[in-house]
Nanobody, 124 residues
Framework: QVQLVESGGGLVQAGGSLRLSCAASGRTFNNYATGWFRQAPGKEREFIAAITWSGFGTYYEDSVKGRFTISRDNAKNTVYLQVNSLKPEDTAVYYC?????????????????WGQGTQVTVSS
């Protein structure tokens, strides 16, 4: 099994930045990709970014492309999401997930393990 713990969320003003972290433990020797999803109140959980195990492949949802950057440091078993130019509509709980299946990077059903989430709140 894989355990994932998110951190780095908080309250920030519009235009500000945060760096979210996803620390993994357990079955980290597997070659898995990692995704970031978010869920706002009253909204469905949505894909925002993903990265392959090697780090060479990255995928972004259109609304965050150019503002958010996903990266990973396999030596630290950690995936990062740098979130810049934040907008109030970015307010959500952000989740990381480990992709152990062969499906689409964009679909949550491709991901087997999920963290508890970290809250990002963007004020005006």
């Amino acid at each position: 099994q894989v355990q994932l713990v998110e951190s780095g969320g908080g309250l920030v003003q519009a235009g500000g930045s945060l760096r979210l972290s996803c620390a993994a433990s357990g079955r980290t020797f597997n070659n898995y990709a990692t995704g970031w999803f978010r869920q706002a109140p009253g909204k469905e959980r949505e894909f925002i970014a993903a990265i392959t195990w090697s780090g060479f492949g990255t995928y972004y949802e259109d609304s965050v492309k150019g503002r958010f950057t996903i990266s990973r440091d396999n030596a630290k078993n950690t995936v990062y999401l740098q979130v810049n130019s934040l907008k109030p509509e970015d307010t959500a709980v952000y989740y990381c997930a480990a992709k152990l299946y062969s499906g689409s990077y964009y679909h949550p059903n491709s991901y087997a393990y999920w963290g508890q989430g970290t809250q990002v709140t963007v004020s005006s």
